[in-house]
Antibody, heavy 123, light 107 residues
Framework: EVQLVESGGGLVQPGGSLRLSCAAS????????MNWVRQAPGKGLEWVSY????????YYADSVKGRFTISRDNAKNSLYLQMNSLRAEDTAVYYC????????????????WGQGTMVTVSS | AIQLTQSPSSLSASVGDRVTITCRAS??????LAWYQQKPGKAPKLLIY???SLESGVPSRFSGSGSGTDFTLTISSLQPEDFATYYC?????????FGQGTKLEIK
């Protein structure tokens, strides 16, 4: 079964750090680009970060640039998000999502999502 | 950054109704648009990619259309399990922005 499972969320104080993990199974992880997407309580979806299959290309949302670092370990089939200098507005469910280009398609889509991990930034 | 504006933000409809949700991009994105369905407490689910291609396993009552700046998601005959929030997302450029969502509720 194709699956993504996030972990590492929790309660952290403002200014603190947290590292999220996303374990992939059921597909060739090293062949896929990956993303992090978050959703604040009661709010919409916000794209956070992208990493290419090799890890050589990375993008961030302006809201997290300079504070968050995306990485991956293809040998461990894992995606990571290191979050530093956390703020109250970073409180959200964080999802990892697989980036796919379907056969004959001209653009990407996020076809597989994890169940999410909750990050709460509060004193 | 490309902005996506969905309308309406919320919608009340009945089982069997035909429903259309629109997504307008702040600049042209060709057909680089996807639609997702999200139910409370669950991860989003891909419905449509490339603006009009149906994801495998998604019922054929869902369809997408449009290109450039204006897009629509249509549900031809609402089923009870379709009451959820729907999001569009653009794949023309980074950041990969989402629309603000459309909450579809039971009338």
């Amino acid at each position: 079964e194709v699956q993504l499972v996030e972990s590492g969320g929790g309660l952290v104080q403002p200014g603190g750090s947290l590292r999220l993990s996303c374990a992939a199974s059921g597909f060739t992880f090293s062949s896929y680009e990956m993303n992090w997407v978050r959703q604040a309580p009661g709010k919409g979806l916000e794209w956070v970060s992208y990493i290419s299959s090799s890890g050589s290309t990375i993008y961030y949302a302006d809201s997290v640039k300079g504070r968050f670092t995306i990485s991956r370990d293809n040998a461990k089939n894992s995606l990571y998000l290191q979050m530093n200098s956390l703020r109250a507005e970073d409180t959200a469910v964080y999802y990892c999502a697989r980036d796919t280009v379907h056969f004959l398609a001209s653009s990407d889509a996020f076809d597989i999502w994890g169940q999410g991990t909750m990050v709460t930034v509060s004193s | 950054a490309i902005q996506l504006t969905q309308s309406p933000s919320s919608l009340s409809a009945s089982v069997g109704d035909r429903v259309t949700i629109t997504c307008r991009a702040s600049q042209g994105i060709s057909s680089a648009l996807a639609w997702y369905q999200q139910k409370p407490g669950k991860a989003p689910k891909l419905l449509i990619y490339d603006a009009s291609s149906l994801e495998s396993g998604v019922p054929s009552r869902f369809s997408g259309s449009g290109s450039g700046t204006d897009f629509t998601l249509t549900i031809s005959s609402l089923q009870p399990e379709d009451f959820a929030t729907y999001y569009c997302q653009q794949f023309n450029s980074y950041p990969r922005t989402f629309g603000q969502g459309t909450k579809l509720e039971i009338k």
